[in-house]
């Protein structure tokens, strides 16, 4: 946890985290538990790129998606009383987190590799797992991304745990932070 609690301007909850840990739809639950709007980055790329995100992998490759990421970070922080569920990769650079903290309580969803592997097998729309071998491949991402998530003001395992059961989970830290910054 983050100790300058005084000088943080919370105006939105953030979550970041790999792939499969359930951002989307827990932060869908928290926003109308919260009546916060809702917004999710990869979303949010799509309309500016007029793409879905493997088109984009394809056509314009990796870089240029994570330019887009950037791009969409900026507007983030003009946001206010909004949940954001961020892309896998977003949440993994420290830039990024520090950008989130101007703005958000950053809450990160975490979930062990083999949960990760189970929620992520049969979707086929995240190009990093299209390989012959993807356990591999989130196992390599995990590995690089872990310390860099681990920066989050809060750390929620989703493993054995319901979306509604991880989406209080967040809320109850969101609100305890709140009562604790001067906003
Ligand atoms: C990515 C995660 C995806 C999406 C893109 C890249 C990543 O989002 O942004 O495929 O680098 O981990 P989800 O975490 O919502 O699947």
Known sequence: MDNNHDIR???NLTLIGFMGTGK???????ASRLRYGFIDTDHLI????????PK?????GEL????????????L???RKMVIA????????????DSLKTHSLVVCLCASVQTIYSRVKSQTYRPLLCTADPMAKIKELLAIREPIYRQADVLISTDMRSVREVAQQVIFHFRLFRSKVKN
């Open 77 to 79: 922080a003009n946001f």
């Open 86 to 97: 961020t892309g896998g990769g977003l949440g993994a650079n420290q830039e990024n987190i």
């Open 46 to 53: 799509e309309l500016r790129a007029g793409k879905a995100i």
């Open 56 to 60: 984009i992998f394809e056509e314009d």
């Open 9 to 11: 301007q919370i105006y």
């Open 24 to 30: 989307t739809t827990v932060g869908r639950i928290i």
């Open 64 to 75: 240029k998606f994570r330019e887009y990421e950037k791009e969409v970070l900026k507007e």
